[in-house]
């Protein structure tokens, strides 16, 4: 049997541009991701907050309208510019 390869090898040089342009896609696809996650100002960390302030209520249902009411009061107020609504 006789069995020749179908592409000729790639030369060293085609392996570190191509490592080099996975590295940039995926220092991008991260950086976004990060962004995405803290955008809000770290949403999770004000949950985690709004249920340690919560913690004596009794039942789910009182928890989780307390933890809405906590959230909600902890937003910050945002008012309407000089421009219009």
Same mark, same amino acid.
């Given at each position: ?20 342009? !996975? /590295?940039?896609?995926? #220092? ?13 100002? %770290? *949403? @999770? ?9 919560? !913690? /004596?209520?009794?039942? #789910? ?13 902890? %937003? *910050? @107020? ?8």
């Amino acid at each position: 049997m006789n069995m020749k390869p179908d592409a000729s090898p790639l030369s060293p040089a085609a392996h570190f541009v191509a490592a080099v342009f !996975a /590295t940039i896609i995926t #220092v991008g696809i991260f950086s976004s991701l990060t962004e995405l996650f803290l955008r809000n100002g %770290r *949403p @999770l960390e004000r949950w985690a907050a709004a249920e340690r302030a919560c !913690a /004596t209520q009794v039942y #789910v249902s009182e928890r989780e309208a307390c933890m809405r009411q906590w959230a909600a009061l902890q %937003r *910050p @107020l945002r008012l309407a510019s000089k421009r219009g609504i």
